[in-house]
């Protein structure tokens, strides 16, 4: 099945810089790979996704990248305010999933002011 | 983006009862609904996904016998775990699918189970 890694686990950035965060899946028949982000308490809330006939999407201050050879994708976050600071998730979704959103391990961004 | 209401927020009931959770999707068909669960400072881990009007499917560990799932309709899914005890206290999240698969999933806000 489908496994998806995700780094960094914590991540710390100055307000105004910009945060990368980066996965590996496993699946080379998934096509499908959302972001989520996840306040203290609640579920996760889409951010952006990219499916697999593109390279790179963005929306404002938030931008994703997709390298199918590698099997990687990126989220990119510029000029980070404090609100963004929160659980970021990377995620994939394809055939042999059979329809599941398998989720990376997290990563806790943090904006210092 | 559709909104999946989940309740409730938060539950505490007493060891060897059952608590049932709602998922409802309201303003879009569900055609597969997910539940997940969530430790703290860890991932969501899918414990079944559901289509309406047939049996769960339960990935594997999660006991169907105490997880119990039904998605009776295209706007709800219940998650009822029986017996529960206290290592059952977690973050259980829903979400709903409008098709299957390739599609976007829409979460619920989770609820808190504590069991004591």
């Known amino acids: 099945g489908e496994n998806v890694e995700q780094h960094p686990s914590t991540l710390s950035v100055q307000e105004g810089d910009s945060a990368v965060i980066k996965c590996t899946y496993s699946?080379?028949?998934?096509?499908?790979f959302p972001w989520y982000k996840q306040e203290l308490g609640k579920g996760p809330q889409l951010i952006i996704d990219i499916r697999s006939n593109v390279g790179e999407k963005k929306d404002q201050r938030i931008a994703v990248t997709l390298n199918k050879t590698a099997k990687h994708f990126s989220l990119h976050i510029t000029e980070t305010q404090p609100e963004d600071s929160a659980v970021y998730f990377c995620a994939a979704l394809g055939y042999s999933s059979a329809s599941k959103i398998i989720f990376g391990s997290g990563t806790r961004l943090s904006i210092r002011p | 983006g559709a909104v999946v209401s989940q309740h409730p927020s938060r539950v505490i009931c007493k060891s060897g009862t059952s608590v049932k959770i709602e998922c409802r999707s309201l303003d879009f068909q569900a055609t597969t609904m997910f539940w997940y669960r969530q430790f703290p400072k860890q991932s969501l881990m899918l414990m079944a996904t559901s289509n309406e009007g047939s049996k769960a499917t339960y990935e594997q560990g999660v006991e169907k016998d105490k997880f119990l799932i039904n998605h009776a309709s295209l706007t709800l899914s219940t998650l009822t775990v029986t017996s529960a005890h206290p290592e059952d206290s977690s973050f259980y999240i829903c979400s709903a699918m409008e098709g299957r698969g390739y599609t976007e999933a829409f979460f619920g806000q989770g609820t808190r189970l504590t069991v004591v």
């Open positions: 699946d080379s028949a998934s096509n499908y």
